[in-house]
Structure formats: structure tokens, C-alpha cells
């Protein structure tokens, strides 16, 4: 991130950008993308909390996405405006301080769920979510492009896919400590329904405000082509226009998937789960997000081939028996107050999760190859990864049971690249308008803000969750399209990517 009195020689040599000499700021940002992802996968927790707490139906339950998301939309588009009218806001504030502007934002939207709960008002949590995603919407207008400007710009999508990793992580235990959070332990101890999200959004707060202050105290270089002029620049080029549908796609397409395991898991005809262990699926969901990031970031670098070989074997398998472990977390038992046995249950329940994971190894497998057809191209690899999702959702429509089950809960593997491979994609050759053309990318995560509820009044008009997968499987064919031809239209072939 960035602090304006840097030189103007750090801030504008693109060759100093080598990826050396900037590893400290990328490590220090990964704990920004791990935040937001921990926190944005609560709103699926969220949503059948609300639901039941609010006797809700699917469409007004979405609305939880809604706001979220639609703040995104509102974010961006002010600063689109700002950008478009007076000059680009980042290049005249610095990527630190739009980092600790957004961290504030978001603190003061996690303080509004205590009265919002204490009221019990769905109207005000909405107004809560839609303040966190405002600030959420500058952290990644800001974070997004510093970290693809941080070395050279045909590995951006790897160092993007390796932050989104982490990010990935968060939504990985982030289900797992939610559901246990929200639907056991609070419930527990009396604050039921709507209440029982109080105390993990005031501890949001603070963590924000903490974060904020060291982001503002400690030294990021500035690195890159911020310039201050007006004009919106970032429209002339067709690959970003195509590549912000994208994202609208994209990002609608994975928080549908994600917003309906919990009620799609707890159907007879599907896998009849309670909410607490469906929510243990969305984190494996979310978890193959993390492992299919992990070796994008190793498939799309430039590292020597025999280490990226070993380290796209070792990576997956360390981060799938992460996910194993998380997933057995005899969580009920550490707050009882069980010590001595509570690694026993741990190493009982890690056994008995055997019959669940053995199942997602093999889709773990199919990643695997899937990233050889990639050839260590972004624009390859997405249509490649994006077609599969197309293909699991449509399988998971016509076929019912455990088959359409993990299908739906195997997408995260294959949706993992999407944003990384499809930002960076639309980035490339933007030149002075970075910042402009990432405010247009993330006004574009409006798509998780308009699919889920479409996809909720589906299910509502057709009294059938399962049919309304079609919704996030269209956005997905577009995806595929964006990385088979969309990137390239418009661009000459001396500055086309792969």
C-alpha cells in the first residue's frame, strides 16, 4: 500500500516491480484478503439464521447478498465518478490510506449488528452489511491492483491467485467457526435467532479498528502508474468492458453456490442435513476456493517446471488435509470444557470424516489435471476451469441425491481462479488507469447482489432450489467465454495475453 511521499522513481519504475524486492508488502496484504474472505463467507451463515429469525421466504432471505454486495456496486461507482470528474482518489490518497478508510467503514457497519439485533430489525442488518460492504468495496479497489503491480504483469494472475488463497482460507474456517458461533454457541447460552450474531460482529469491529491502525503506522512502498487525471479512460479499452460482465458473472455466480448449500443440503431428495452440519459443507465449498488458488498461484508462475510439478502435488494435499482437520474440530466439545478428551474426539472425528473426504479426493485429483490443460495460461485455464463448473451445476440439476450434492459442493475447486485469472486479464494493458479500471471491476461484484436473490425467486416460483441452479450456471458459460475470446477482443496482438 502506499504512502504519497514516496519518490516518484519507486512509484512509476515498473522495472523495479520484479517481485524481489516486494515479497514484505505482499505478505503484509494477505492479511487483508484473508479478513474479507473469513468475513464475507459469515453472510451464507447468515442467511438461514435470518431466515428463521425473520420467518422469511427465499427471495427476501437473498437480500442478505443484497446489500452486502450492492454496496460494492454503490462504492465503486462513487468512486468511478470521483475518478472519472477529479482524478483518481487512490493515486492522490495512497493505496495505505484507502486500505485504512475501508477498514474504518467496515468497523463502523460491524458495530451497527448489536442494535440492529437488540431491535430485532432485518431492515436495519441490512443497513449493516450494506456499511461493511462500502468499506469492503474501497479495501478492494485498493488491495486488488497493488498486489498485480507487484512484480511483473504476465505473473499477476499468479501473485492474485496466492492472496486469493488466503482470502480463501478465511472462507474456508470461517463456515466451520460461524456455524458453530451462531447456530450452537450462542444459541446455548440464550441468544436465539437474530441475537446470536451480536457478539461476532462486535468482535469484526475490532478487529477493523486494530487493523486500521497498524495499516496507518507501518511504511508500504508506493509502487506503480497511479497519475492524477480526470477522464474515464478505462472504458475505452473492450476487454476491460467484457471483463467487467465478467466479474458481474463471476462473482454472482460462486455467492449463489454458496448462499444455497445450506438450504440445498437440507433437502430430502438432496442429503436431509441439519443447518450446523450443512454449514460444515459450505466450508469445504469454500475450501476447495483455497486449494484451487494455491496451485494457481504455483501453475500461473514462472517458477523452474520440476518445482512447480512437486509443489502442485504437495500444495493441494497439505491444503485438503488442512480442510480435513478444520472440518473435524470437535468444536461443541472444547466449549464444554472437555480438555483431556478433546484430542481424542478430534482424532475420532478425523476418522470418521473419512467417509466424506474420500469422496472429494478424486475432484481434487480432476483439478489437478485440469491445470496441465492449462498450460500455465490465465485465459486458458479460466475457460477450462469455468466450463467444468457449467458442467458439475448442470449435473446437479438433473440428478438428485448425494451425486447433485457434491457436485454443487465440489464447484469451489474449479471456481477458484475465476476472480484472480479474469481481474488480471482485464488489468493487462491498462497502463494509467489501473486504479480506474479495478473501481469498474469491483463495481461489478453488484452480480453477487442481483443472482442470488434471482436464483431465490426461482426457487420460490418453481418450488424447486435444484432448477434454480440454471441461474449461476449461465453466469459461468459467460466466463468461459471471457477466457476463451473476451479478453483478447479489442487488443492487437502485440498486447494480447495468453
Known amino acids: 500500500m502506499a504512502s504519497i511521499s514516496t519518490t516518484a522513481q519507486a512509484a512509476t519504475n515498473p522495472a523495479q516491480t520484479n517481485g524481489q524486492a516486494f515479497r514484505g508488502p505482499f505478505a503484509i496484504m494477505t492479511s487483508l484478503f484473508f479478513l474479507w474472505g473469513f468475513m464475507t463467507v459469515f453472510n451464507d451463515i447468515l442467511i438461514p ?3 428463521e429469525a425473520f420467518t422469511l421466504n427465499y427471495f427476501q432471505a437473498m437480500l442478505v447478498q443484497f446489500a452486502f454486495f450492492g454496496a460494492y456496486f454503490v462504492g465503486s461507482l462513487i468512486y468511478f465518478i470521483i475518478s472519472a470528474t477529479k482524478g483518481d482518489p487512490i493515486a492522490k490518497i495512497g493505496y495505505k490510506n484507502g486500505v485504512v478508510i475501508g477498514l474504518l467503514i467496515s468497523a463502523a457497519g460491524s458495530a451497527l449488528f448489536w442494535p440492529a439485533a437488540s431491535a430485532a430489525s432485518y431492515p436495519m442488518f ?27 504483469e504476465k505473473t499477476a494472475s499468479s501473485r492474485l491467485n496466492l492472496a486469493q488463497g488466503f482470502n480463501s482460507v478465511g472462507t474456508t474456517i470461517g463456515p466451520l467457526i460461524g456455524g458453530w458461533l451462531i447456530f450452537q454457541y450462542f444459541a446455548k447460552t440464550g441468544a436465539h435467532g437474530a441475537e446470536s450474531v451480536k457478539v461476532p460482529y462486535l468482535m469484526f469491529c475490532v478487529v477493523f479498528v486494530v487493523l486500521a491502525g497498524v495499516f496507518f503506522f507501518i511504511h508500504l512502498p508506493h509502487v506503480g502508474e497511479g497519475h492524477i487525471q480526470p477522464g474515464a479512460g478505462a472504458l475505452k479499452y473492450p476487454h476491460v468492458v467484457l471483463g467487467v460482465i465478467a466479474i458481474f458473472m463471476y462473482v454472482g455466480g460462486e455467492v449463489s453456490v454458496g448462499s444455497a448449500i445450506i438450504n440445498f443440503l437440507g433437502q430430502p431428495g438432496v442429503a436431509g442435513l441439519s443447518e450446523l452440519e450443512a454449514s460444515k459443507y459450505v466450508s ?78 478424486p475432484f481434487i485429483g480432476l483439478c489437478w489435471l485440469l491445470f496441465q490443460f492449462g498450460k500455465s495460461q490465465a485465459g486458458r485455464t479460466l ?31 474449479f471456481t477458484s ?11 493487462e494493458g491498462t497502463g494509467t488507469y489501473k486504479s480506474q479500471v479495478s473501481s469498474l471491476l469491483v463495481m461489478a461484484i453488484l452480480g453477487g447482489a442481483v443472482l442470488p436473490p434471482l436464483q431465490g425467486k426461482i426457487a420460490d416460483l418453481t418450488h424447486n432450489l435444484q432448477i434454480s441452479f440454471i441461474v449461476p450456471l449461465i453466469a459461468y458459460a459467460y466466463v468461459a467465454f471471457y477466457g476463451l475470446k473476451g479478453h483478447r477482443i479489442g487488443r492487437g496482438p502485440e498486447n494480447s495475453p495468453t
Not at 480438555?339 to 475420532?348: C, I, K, Q, T
Not at 481462479?417 to 488489468?427: D, E, K, M, R, V
Open 126 to 152: 441490512l443497513v449493516a452489511l450494506f456499511v461493511v460492504g462500502l468499506g469492503f468495496a474501497m479495501l478492494q479497489i485498493a488491495a486488488n491492483p497493488y498486489v498485480t503491480i507487484l512484480g511483473p
Open 49 to 51: 439464521r435470518f431466515k
Open 284 to 361: 469445504i465449498y469454500w475450501g476447495g476456493l483455497m486449494i484451487g488458488r494455491f496451485m494457481g498461484a504455483v501453475e500461473l508462475s514462472e517458477m523452474k517446471a520440476s518445482k512447480k510439478r512437486l509443489l502442485l502435488l504437495v500444495i493441494p494435499l497439505l491444503a485438503y488435509l488442512l480442510l480435513w482437520i478444520a472440518k473435524s474440530a470437535p468444536l461443541d466439545a472444547m466449549h464444554g470444557g472437555a480438555e483431556g478428551s478433546v484430542f481424542a474426539l478430534w482424532r475420532d472425528q478425523f476418522v470418521v470424516n473419512w467417509a466424506v473426504f474420500k469422496v472429494y479426493l
Open 383 to 413: 475457460v477450462i476451469f469455468s466450463a467444468t463448473v457449467v458442467a458439475l451445476l448442470l449435473t446437479a440439476i438433473l440428478v438428485g441425491g448425494k451425486v447433485a450434492m457434491w457436485c454443487v459442493v465440489a464447484i469451489g475447486l
Open 417 to 427: 481462479i475465476g476472480w484472480s485469472n479474469t481481474f488480471s486479464l482485464a488489468l
